[in-house]
C-alpha cells in the first residue's frame, strides 16, 4: 500500500548548517497493515510522515500510495491523490468556531459534497466513534480523548485507504491513550484501513503495530514485522518492548536471555527444560504479553553450570524457536 524508496529530506537555513532530517529511508507498508515509526524528538520522524502525503516535498526518492507515485504529481492530481491519505494530528488541529460535526463536515465541504450527503456522512463518522452524542459539542466543551476521536473522524471523512497518524495519543493520559488505539486498532479490522503512525511511546507499538521501524538521525536502524524484530539478534525494539533490568548470576549459574514469539509463547518451554534435562532453572525475570496479534516474552533464566554445561539444553531452546542470547547483549 505505501511504498517509499530512497527518500531524503534536507533542510536549509542561512543561519545554521543544512539538516538532514530524512536520510535514504526505504518502507513498506502491506494493505492493512499497521506500521509504527519509534523514534525520539528530532530523529526525522514527523519529517517523514509528511513525506508521504507531500505536505513536505522529498529532495530525493519516490513515495507511492496505492500504486500512485506521489513524487511524479504535480499539484491538481496530487490534491486528488491526497484525499485517499487521512492524517491525525498530535495537537487535533480542530478549529475552534465549529461544533464536533462542524469540523468533521469541513473537508467535505471543500470538496463541494452536498449538504444532504454531508451530513449523512458526518452522523455515520461520529457514531463509529462513539461520539454521536457530541455531535454540536465544541472543541473547548470536549476532553482530549474526545477531541482527537473528532480528529479521526475528520480525517475519515474522504473514505482514506491509508490515515496517517502524526503522534495522536502524546498529549494524552495513559487511560484514553489505549481507549484512542483500540479506536484505531478496531478501524484497522472494521475499514481495512492501513495505518502508519509515528511515536516515541514503545506501548504504542506494543498495543496495537503488526510490524515497526526504529528511527534515528533520519535513518532506519532495524525494520520489519514485529514478530521477527523480536527473534532478531540486538534488536533494539526487542529490549525496548521486553526491558530486563541488570542482574548478576550467582555463582556456579549461567544467566541467558530467551526470546519467544508466535506458538512457542504459549508453550511451557521452562518446565520442558528443567524435565528434559533434569536442571534447576531458575526464572530471574519476564514477561509474556499480546503484541498487537502476535503472542511474545522475553525470559531471563539462570541455568546451573557453565554454558559449555549447558550448551545442549540452550540448543534444544534455539530448536523450539526461542532466541538466546547472553544476559543483557
Do not use: W
Not at 454521536?132 to 482530549?144: C, D, I, K, T, V
Not at 474526545?146 to 503522534?167: N, T
Not at 498487537?292 to 524457536?321: I, K, M, Q, V
Amino acid at each position: 500500500m505505501i511504498q517509499i524508496q530512497g527518500l531524503r529530506k534536507t533542510y536549509h537555513s542561512r543561519r545554521r548548517a543544512a539538516v538532514v532530517a530524512v536520510d535514504g529511508v526505504d518502507l513498506s507498508v502491506a494493505r492493512g497493515q499497521i506500521f509504527g515509526v519509534l523514534g525520539q524528538s528530532g530523529a526525522g520522524k514527523s519529517t517523514l510522515l509528511r513525506c508521504v502525503n507531500l505536505l513536505e516535498r522529498p529532495d530525493a526518492g519516490t513515495v507511492v500510495v496505492d500504486g500512485v507515485e506521489l513524487t511524479a504529481l504535480k499539484r491538481g492530481p496530487l490534491r486528488a491523490a491526497r484525499q485517499r491519505v487521512g492524517m491525525v494530528h498530535q495537537h487535533f488541529a480542530l478549529l475552534a468556531s465549529r461544533t464536533a460535526a462542524g469540523n468533521v463536515a469541513f473537508p467535505l465541504e471543500v470538496t463541494g459534497v452536498p449538504r444532504a450527503e454531508r451530513a449523512r456522512r458526518v452522523a455515520e463518522l461520529l457514531e463509529l466513534v462513539g461520539l454521536s452524542e457530541r455531535a454540536n459539542a465544541y472543541p473547548a466543551q470536549l476532553s482530549g480523548g474526545q477531541k482527537q476521536r473528532v480528529g479521526i473522524a475528520r480525517a475519515l471523512a474522504a473514505g482514506p485507504q491509508v490515515l496517517l497518524s502524526d503522534e495522536a495519543t502524546s498529549a494524552l493520559d495513559p487511560e484514553t491513550t489505549r481507549s484512542i488505539l483500540d479506536l484505531l486498532r478496531e478501524l484497522n479490522q472494521r475499514l481495512g484501513l492501513t495505518i502508519l503512525l509515528i511515536t516515541h511511546e514503545m506501548d504504542v507499538v506494543k498495543r496495537i503495530c503488526h510490524a515497526a521501524a526504529v528511527m534515528r538521525d533520519g535513518r532506519f536502524i532495524e525494520s520489519g514485522p514485529v514478530a521477527d524484530l523480536l527473534r532478531r539478534p540486538g534488536s533494539e525494539l526487542a529490549q525496548g518492548l521486553f526491558p530486563l533490568p541488570p542482574a548478576e548470576p550467582r555463582p556456579g549459574e549461567t544467566l541467558v536471555d530467551v526470546t519467544v514469539s508466535g506458538a512457542a509463547a504459549d508453550e511451557p518451554i521452562v518446565a520442558e527444560l528443567a524435565r528434559r534435562f533434569d536442571s534447576d532453572v531458575r526464572i530471574v525475570h519476564g514477561a509474556v504479553e499480546t503484541l498487537a496479534a502476535t503472542r511474545a516474552g522475553r525470559l531471563r533464566l539462570a541455568l546451573p553450570g557453565s554454558a559449555d554445561d549447558n550448551a545442549a539444553a540452550l540448543s534444544h531452546l534455539r530448536e523450539r524457536g526461542a532466541l538466546v542470547t547472553e544476559a543483557g547483549r
